[in-house]
């Protein structure tokens, strides 16, 4: 393969095309986009038990399928990547639409997502509806090419942070590893120490933070994580504790 995979499957896939198996177990979906992205695109209008058995790829990067004659492990390093509407309707954070939803049918729609499935994703964005002005002005911020060289420089930080520890980017560190490369200062162990608890956050979603946080340091090409970075890594996922 010369390019990273791009999988966006149907939401109406089945889960054993989406993780793997059959009577002759195959590679599903996960595993296609091994090394590259798995795009869901509507997210809730994918069946929920396919949805259910995402959790442990994500987590071991990997699937295990049991068999009679054998067990098969195909891998499943993937970057997820998920959209979904705020409603069925899809205006309920729309100023200039009325959304029609009922709360309980806003309710069930956001319910399609399990609260563990949700803690296994690191970064949550709200996009506001564009208005006609926005589509014809000419877009501000970085382009592409200034942001890749950024993004070039944090992998080459990380690729001799952990050169020789078998692991090459930040999102595979574990707890033994975050506490000698995510080392927090006294003000940012008082942060986390307080959104740890308004938040209710789990270890994984604690862990998470911290991760995010070392990236967005290596972004920002900074060896310590300060609380700027913090706190941008806490407001990612404080949009999910918002609906």
């Given at each position: 393969m010369c390019e990273r995979p791009f999988r966006s499957p149907?939401?109406?896939?089945?889960?054993?095309?989406?993780?793997?198996?059959?009577r002759i177990p195959k590679p599903g979906e996960v595993s296609l986009a091994h090394l590259g992205v798995l795009f869901l695109d509507e997210l809730p209008e994918f069946q929920k038990?396919?949805?259910?058995?995402?959790?442990?790829?994500?987590e071991d990067q990997e699937v295990?399928?049991?068999r009679v004659n054998a067990s098969l492990t195909f891998p499943a390093s993937f970057t997820l990547i998920t959209s979904?509407?705020?409603?069925?309707?899809?205006?309920l954070t729309d100023p200039s639409h009325e959304c029609?939803?009922?709360p309980q049918q806003?309710?069930?729609?956001?319910?399609?997502?399990?609260?563990?499935?949700?803690?296994?994703?690191?970064i949550f964005v709200e996009v506001p509806p564009t208005t006609y002005d926005e589509l014809q002005c000419k877009p501000k911020g970085d382009s592409s090419r200034i942001i890749k060289k950024r993004v070039d420089a944090a992998r080459e930080i990380q690729n001799k942070r952990y050169d020789g520890l078998d692991i090459y980017y930040n999102a595979q560190l574990t707890p033994k590893l975050m506490e000698i490369f995510c080392v927090l200062g006294h003000p940012e162990q008082k942060l986390m120490e307080t959104v740890y608890a308004k938040m209710n956050l789990s270890a994984r979603g604690y862990h998470r933070i911290l991760k995010l946080s070392r990236t967005i340091a290596d972004l920002d090409n900074s060896e310590n994580i300060n609380v700027s970075h913090l706190s941008e890594a806490i407001q990612y996922r404080g949009m999910l504790k918002s609906h």
């Open positions: 149907h939401h109406t896939i089945s889960k054993t095309a989406l993780v793997g198996g059959g038990s396919a949805l259910e058995v995402l959790r442990q790829p994500i295990c399928i049991a979904m509407n705020p409603c069925a309707c899809g205006y029609i939803c009922t806003i309710k069930n729609y956001q319910g399609k997502i399990s609260g563990p499935l949700m803690d296994r994703l690191d």
